[in-house]
């Protein structure tokens, strides 16, 4: 069995008398795809916030590939690979499409205090981030990213993380919001991504999860109830009661 | 520096700081509450003097002077409220700055219109133009004492208010959350303007004890605004308690800084205090927001 | 906002900048032509305010931080000429170290050296903030350094600083009307396209992104607090050299320039001529200075309509004269 590739360690997170994690463990190893799922108010966005740097934990500890990360700033983790797409989508929505993911790009070539030469046509920037949007499948690159759909901007987040050359993908809920088209090809397309890169995947889509996880973590109450291969998570009669049954 | 001389600087700081934290603690609720910078509230303090020394030249009295000027400033600030800022709390902060910036322009320049450029006199009120022996060979000015006792009473009034009754709690909730407040079922409108219209009043307040002592003229608002925008940051945006700590110590600083140190920094103290401060707990010392 | 940020085209930019620099040139002719010298010397404070409302507009515009210290950042550089010039005239030396100089080759780097360290430092603490913080800081350090310059005896005080002695660049006198105003010009010319270029630079970007969501930015790699830092300094010091070139062509400074009020008017020259371009500044500070004249030369209330104005602008002129130049210029082309 190989090293983990992120651990989590009896984390806690409370918000005065509420407590969105519970002493928590889990882990993702190295190329897998961990599918987290529970019900609303599970827990799972403060659980992707607190591996992404947005959240300290009260209590706890976590670590990326074997590093502890746990009071690391959040531009730190970034840099050492930690991708995240955001729930509510966050863009930059006055630049456009290839200049918010030239940032990413920009920002994993160190440090940005190039002051004289024109960025936009720089292209070790653009290069790079033109073939993360062809990737997620987005068209006319400079259109503004206030201007485009909200199933596009999605991609477009998936982008950035992408061209951030993460090591992990914490994706939350990147389907939400979305039409069943668009799902069905964002599903298609986290299929193919998930052969380059390990994923943590917040979905309350059933189908996607079962088809792209590797293994599932059902999160009830900042705890999790149960962990297994998907066939078994179907099965497990304590995660129907508690999550699939209510559905 | 023999006792006297500190006993009196003291009190001349402490009397600073309580208008000081009269100015503030409408600033304070404003931009806790409504999230929004108003910088006309330096306009507010000076309507309170303009109005008070008008009706003293008409009455002779500095008492109704105040009974009725204060009410009157308050009045202006709920215009004002209603009028023009309502519309722009939703806005960024920018907006705000600019249009609050405007304001004091056209504020400044009616109350010019109505009562000319030079100083309006308003004296100190008879009944306590004298000075009071303190202890031993120490005296002070009856009036600055008088500002004293009343700044300390609305203090003590305010914060009674603030965190005993239900008023009170409807507006430390709006201060600590908008949403929260209104999913309660505040009327948070209604709420804001009662907010605004007091805090106008006490900036008023400030503005008439100010006048005998200081000059009644356009423009007397805005150090002042200043000094209380110091004292709101240190004390935290929204806090009422953290106002008024920050008031006094802002008010003997200030006074103990220009006598105890050369002119060039002694008027850099309270500034270099806040940014220590600041450096220290960016939020100032008691933080409402989260 | 009726202009698309992703339209945004650098080379009509660099157009636009090259028009506006043009037009200022020709200022001094047309003087000439109608034989009124005063034209030149109105145009001398346009372009000198200008290049500080252009600096502030770096942080504001770009990075999205409300500074009302610029006005004291501005008079710190109108200080360091002053003083240096002060110095040199009576030959005593400066904190009993420096002599003195009338060379503004040697003061206008330094103006701007002090101003933009004086932003450094100040930002260090302001930056750590955000929102309605930042800009009650930025107001209370504006009034620390005009009660600073204030309480300077030894440099006038309240009543500010006089320049008794010829300046000269690289020896040449520098003060001729024309000379100076060119002078001024050229530096316009030169903030103008290094703005231009910083903003559309790596550096550009981050501190444009770091206006529009600092959390992604963070998120993405990158914390924004050194670039704003870096911004605000740089800021400062064209804000200095602002300053040092008003405290030169008028011979003389105070603290008046330096009072919050003048913070605020110079956040109006922005907004006024519009936030999104560098060079929509240049038309504010222009509109704005132009206005003051014309209606001080109205009416005693003048600030009265001024400040109506101000509030006018902010109510429905959101993107500035440059949004007004593009209706004017799409109406024009629809006809
Ligand atoms: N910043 C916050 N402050 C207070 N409570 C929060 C905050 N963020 C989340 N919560 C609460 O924590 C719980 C978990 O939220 P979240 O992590 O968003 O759940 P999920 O993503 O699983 O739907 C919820 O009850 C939510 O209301
Ligand atoms: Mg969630």
């Given amino acids: ?247 | 520096m023999d006792v006297a001389l500190f006993t009196e600087q003291l009190l001349n700081g402490v009397q600073l700081g309580v208008q000081l934290f009269l100015m503030a603690a409408g600033l304070t609720l404003v931009f806790g509450i409504m999230n929004m910078i108003n910088l006309t509230h330096g306009s507010l303090y000076m309507i309170g003097a303009f109005v008070a020394a008008a009706l003293f030249g008409h009455t002779g009295s500095f008492l109704l002077a105040l009974v009725i000027a204060v009410p009157a400033t308050a009045l202006a600030g709920a215009l004002l409220e209603a009028a023009v800022l309502r519309h722009f709390y939703h806005r960024g902060h920018l907006d705000q700055v600019l249009v609050t910036f405007g304001l004091i322009l056209v504020l400044n320049e009616i109350v010019k219109m109505i009562w000319g450029a030079v100083p309006v006199p308003l004296p100190v009120p008879q009944l306590l133009s004298g000075s009071v022996t303190l202890f031993a060979d120490v005296t002070y000015p009856s009036f600055r004492l008088a500002i004293l006792g009343v700044g300390a009473v609305v203090a003590l009034g305010l914060y009674a208010v603030v965190a005993h009754t239900r008023i009170g709690m409807w507006v430390r909730a709006g201060a600590s959350n908008r949403d929260i407040a209104s999913a309660m079922g505040v009327n948070v409108e209604l709420i804001f303007s009662l907010v605004f219209a007091a805090g106008a009043a006490l900036a008023g307040l400030a503005g008439i004890m100010a006048g005998p002592i200081n000059a009644v003229q356009v423009g007397m608002g805005e150090p002042v605004l200043i000094l209380a925008l110091v004292v709101t940051v240190i004390g935290g945006v929204g806090s009422i308690k953290g106002a008024f700590i920050a008031a006094l110590m802002i008010g003997v600083v200030d006074t103990f800084g220009r006598v105890l140190l050369p002119p060039a920094l002694g008027s850099m103290m309270i500034f270099m205090l806040m940014a220590v401060i600041l450096a220290w707990r960016p939020r100032g010392l008691f933080p409402v927001h989260g | 906002m009726a202009s698309s940020p992703a339209s945004y085209r650098p080379s009509s930019d660099m157009m636009a900048i090259t028009v506006i620099v043009a037009v200022l040139a020709a200022v001094p002719v047309v003087a000439s032509l109608v034989g009124d010298p005063f034209l030149v010397k109105i145009a001398t404070r346009v372009v000198v305010f200008a290049i500080a409302a252009v600096a502030l507009n770096l942080v504001l515009g770009f990075g999205g931080l409300v500074s009302l210290m610029h006005a004291g950042l501005f008079g710190i550089g109108g200080y360091v000429v002053a003083i240096l010039a002060f110095h040199a005239d009576d030959s005593s030396r400066l904190f009993d170290l420096f002599p003195g100089t009338t060379e503004l080759s040697i003061g206008l780097p330094l103006a701007m050296l002090v101003a933009g360290a004086a932003a450094a430092v100040m930002g260090l603490v302001s930056l750590r903030t955000s929102g309605v913080y930042f800009i009650m800081i930025t107001l209370a350090f504006n009034q620390m350094l005009y009660y600073f310059f204030v309480a300077l005896q030894q440099y006038g005080g309240e009543d500010g600083l006089q320049i008794m002695s010829d300046l000269t660049l690289f020896g040449h006198a520098a003060i001729g009307r024309m000379s100076f105003y060119y002078g001024c010009l050229v530096a316009l010319a030169l903030v103008l396209v290094v703005v231009q270029r910083l903003i559309n630079s790596r550096f550009g970007m981050v501190l444009r992104a770091s206006s529009q969501n600092e959390r992604r930015l963070t998120a993405i790699g990158i914390a924004p607090l050194r670039y704003r830092l870096t911004a605000f300094a740089l800021s400062g010091a064209i804000a200095g050299l602002a300053g040092a070139l008003l405290a030169a062509g008028q011979q003389f400074i105070s603290p008046a320039e330096m009072s919050w009020v003048r913070s605020g008017d110079l956040v109006v020259m922005c907004v006024l001529g519009g936030m999104a371009r560098v060079w929509g500044p240049v038309l504010g500070a222009a509109v704005f200075l132009v206005l003051e004249i014309v209606l001080s030369g109205w009416s005693t209330h003048w600030q009265l309509a001024f400040g109506l104005l101000i509030i006018l602008v902010v109510v429905s002129l959101r993107g500035g004269l440059i949004d007004l130049l593009h209706l004017v210029g799409r109406r024009g082309a629809s006809r």
């Fill in chain 1, 1 to 247: 069995m190989t090293a983990p590739l992120l651990e989590v360690k009896q984390l806690v997170k409370r918000f005065g008398g509420l407590v969105a994690t519970d002493h928590l463990d889990l882990d993702v190893r190295p190329g897998e795809t961990l599918a987290l799922i529970g019900p609303n108010g599970a827990g799972k966005t403060s659980l992707i916030a607190q591996l992404q740097g947005d959240l300290t934990p009260d209590a706890g500890a976590i670590y990326f590939s074997g590093v502890e990360i746990t009071r690391r700033p959040a531009h730190g983790r970034a840099l050492m690979g930690l991708a995240r797409s955001f729930q509510i989508t966050s863009v930059f929505p006055e630049l456009s499409l290839v200049q918010n993911v030239a940032l990413a790009v920009q920002a994993r070539l160190g440090h940005s205090f190039r002051f004289w030469r024109d960025a936009s046509s720089d292209s070790r920037l653009t290069g790079p981030a033109r073939e993360a949007l062809e990737i997620v499948g987005l068209s006319y690159p400079s259109r503004p990213a206030s201007d485009v759909s909200h199933g596009e901007r999605r991609q477009l987040e998936l982008a950035m993380a992408l061209a951030m050359q993460p090591r992990l993908l914490l994706l939350d809920e990147p389907m939400a919001g979305m039409g069943r088209e668009d799902g069905v090809r964002m599903t298609r397309l986290l299929n193919e991504l998930k052969r380059d890169y390990a994923m943590m995947l917040v979905e309350h889509d059933m189908n996607a999860v079962f088809a792209l996880a590797d293994r599932v973590t059902v999160l009830v109450a900042g705890k999790a109830i149960a962990t297994g291969r998907p066939d078994e998570i179907r099965a497990d009669p304590q995660v129907r009661a508690a999550y699939l049954g209510q559905k």
